[in-house]
């Protein structure tokens, strides 16, 4: 599961791919789809500044909000 890190509301746009950069900033990057030209330079949406804690994935919600969730280590051998 996921928990809530920041609560931004950023609204979203389509053609656009959002992620948290390496500052815990909200970032966006238009996507490249076929042959409709290339993917954009990447530009800050909104400055949050979270604290990022090793071994987890920070993404941007549905609701536009940071949210991490612990990434799964090892497994089982195949």
Do not use: H, P, Q, W
């Not at 979270?50 to 536009?64: E, P, R, T």
């Amino acid at each position: 599961m996921a928990e809530k890190v920041a609560k931004v509301g950023v609204k979203k746009e389509d053609g656009y791919l959002y992620f948290v950069t390496k500052a815990g900033d909200i970032g966006r990057a238009k996507m490249a789809r076929g042959r409709k030209g290339k993917a954009g330079k990447s530009e800050t949406v909104a400055k949050v500044g979270a604290k990022k804690v090793g071994g987890y994935l920070y993404f941007v919600d549905k609701n536009g909000d940071i949210s991490r969730a612990k990434m799964a280590r090892g497994g089982k051998r195949r």
